[in-house]
C-alpha cells in the first residue's frame, strides 16, 4: 500500500458539498483528472484551473469542480468534476472551458492532462463543514482479476462504517464508467486524529486485508490541499 504521511490542510468546501448526490443516484457523472506542472508554473497553473472553474460553471448541468494540489508534490493536481448528468459531461468535452485550459497547461505541463470518466456508487451529502484542521484523502483503488470478493459491495459497506466514525465529514466512492474495476475515494476528516482513529478501526483493517488479495496494484492513497 502507497501511503503519504497525512498532513492537516484546510478546505473550503465548495457547492459540491450541498449538491452532492444520494448512493442511490444513477444520473451524476463524475470526471476525475490528473496533471503535473512544473513547480515553476504552479501559480500559472492555479490561476488557470480558477479561470476553468469560472468557465465551467456557466455551462448546462455543471454541479461543482474541485482542484487538489498534492501535499510535498508541488504541481501535481487533482481535478474532480461533478456533472448533472451524462449529456452535461458529454457536451462539457468540447466546451471551450475545457481547450483553454489544456491550451494554458499545454506548455508548462509535465504530463498529460488524465482524465477519467466515474459514476456514482457510494455517494452521500457531506456531513458539516471541514475546518482549519481537516484532512483531505484521494484513494485509487484498482482491482485485479482472479477474485470471487464482491469488490463494489466491500466499497460501500466501507463508506457506510466509515461515514458513522465520529470526525468524517466526506466518503465518496465513484466507480469507473469504462473499467469497472477502478474506483476513486474521496475522504474529508475533521482533524488527523479522526483519520488516525479511521486508519486503526477494525471495519477498516478488515477492508484492507479483504480487497489487498484481488487488487490490480498497491493501494495509492494521497493527500490534497484543496485549491480555493
Not at 32 to 57: M, N
Amino acid at each position: 500500500m502507497i501511503r503519504c504521511a497525512p498532513i492537516v490542510v484546510i478546505v473550503a468546501m465548495s457547492v459540491a458539498a450541498a449538491a452532492r448526490a444520494q448512493t442511490t443516484d444513477t444520473t451524476t457523472r463524475y470526471a476525475v483528472a490528473y496533471v503535473e506542472v512544473a513547480a515553476s508554473s504552479v501559480a500559472q497553473a492555479t490561476t488557470a484551473f480558477r479561470t476553468y472553474r469560472e468557465a465551467a460553471a456557466r455551462e448546462s448541468g455543471f454541479v461543482a469542480v474541485e482542484m487538489f494540489e498534492q501535499i510535498g508534490r508541488p504541481g501535481h493536481f487533482a481535478v474532480i468534476e461533478t456533472w448533472r448528468d451524462q449529456a452535461a459531461f458529454d457536451a462539457h468535452q468540447t466546451a471551450a472551458s475545457l481547450a483553454a485550459l489544456k491550451s494554458t497547461l499545454q506548455p508548462i505541463r509535465g504530463s498529460g492532462y488524465d482524465q477519467r470518466p466515474y459514476k456514482t456508487l457510494s455517494v452521500a451529502p457531506a456531513r458539516g463543514t471541514a475546518g482549519r484542521n481537516a484532512v483531505v484523502v484521494v484513494s485509487h483503488v484498482d482491482i485485479g482479476g482472479g477474485g470471487s470478493i464482491d469488490v463494489p459491495g466491500l466499497l460501500r459497506r466501507q463508506a457506510d462504517a466509515s461515514r458513522a466514525e465520529p470526525g468524517c465529514l466526506r466518503f465518496d466512492v465513484t466507480q469507473h464508467m469504462l473499467r469497472a474495476n477502478h474506483f476513486t475515494v474521496v475522504e474529508v476528516w475533521s482533524d488527523q486524529q479522526a483519520l488516525d482513529r479511521h486508519v486503526a478501526a477494525g471495519h477498516t483493517k478488515q477492508y484492507r486485508d479483504d480487497v489487498q488479495p484481488v487488487s490490480g496494484s498497491p493501494l495509492d492513497e494521497r493527500v490534497y490541499k484543496q485549491v480555493s
